[in-house]
């Protein structure tokens, strides 16, 4: 099983549109779990972490459900300007420093 | 608030000479990490670094790899005798002081090697 796993995608979705994004990973011993957006040849961004609790910045939500080793991404209200990569990423067991990264979730926004 | 540098953007080194990829991290954070991505795949781990010691290099080759983070200036990466294989986007990273749960880590425009 890989470490972090994520549907490729495209989710190709109109303007407006609401969607979700789903991840699993394998080390149920990680603690630290990230949200991040890449676009095409660019660095990673940092969009959120991703809390117990579950929590919410303006159009996104991050749920993780640890009993499940399950991570969400929602996105409200789709904009042109959210089509990117979205990558799922999780620590690894050796190390906190260490992240693992998820092939990425490709999202296109159409008007 | 500068974000994390790197430089060279873009490298051409031929097959079996060297190549040194510098990464200055966010000013106030100690700790650096790189990574390596190939084209058409994820991110991969190589090595976690705080001034002048190594923490995490478990993701590094072996041979012909090193990294440092000397007290002063920039951490480097270097690849000595270059293959073909090494062709990749090297991003470095950046996160503060352990903050207990959470290592952020801010990336840098990264640096593409070709090897021709």
């Known amino acids: 099983r890989k470490e972090v796993e994520q549907d490729p995608g495209p989710f190709n979705v109109p303007e407006g549109a609401t969607v979700a994004f789903n991840c699993t990973y394998s080390?149920?011993?990680?603690?630290?779990f990230f949200w991040y957006r890449q676009d095409c040849r660019k660095e990673p961004k940092l969009l959120m972490s991703v809390y117990s609790s579950g929590n919410e910045d303006g159009r996104f939500t991050a749920q993780l459900n640890r009993a499940s080793q399950y991570i969400s991404l929602l996105i409200r209200d789709s904009k042109l300007s959210d089509s990117a990569t979205y990558l799922c990423v999780v620590n690894s067991r050796g190390s906190q420093g260490n992240l693992i990264f998820g092939k990425g979730t490709k999202l296109s926004v159409k008007p | 608030n500068a974000g994390v540098m790197q430089n060279p953007r873009h490298l051409v080194r031929r097959r079996g000479q060297e190549a040194r990829l510098r990464c200055s991290p966010m000013?106030?954070?100690?700790?650096v990490y790189w990574y390596r991505q190939l084209p058409e795949e994820g991110l991969k781990f190589m090595v976690y670094l705080q001034k002048e010691n190594i923490i995490d290099e478990s993701g590094m080759p072996k041979e012909r790899f090193s990294a440092e983070f000397p007290k002063e200036g920039p951490s480097i990466l270097r690849i000595q005798q270059v293959v073909r294989g090494d062709s990749a986007a090297y991003f470095c990273?950046?996160?503060?002081?352990?903050?207990?749960?959470?290592?952020?880590?801010?990336f840098g425009p990264g640096t593409r090697l070709t090897v021709t």
């Open positions: 990273a950046s996160s503060p002081s352990d903050r207990f749960g959470s290592y952020e880590q801010y």
């Open positions: 000013k106030g954070h100690s700790h």
């Open positions: 080390n149920s011993a990680s603690q630290s």
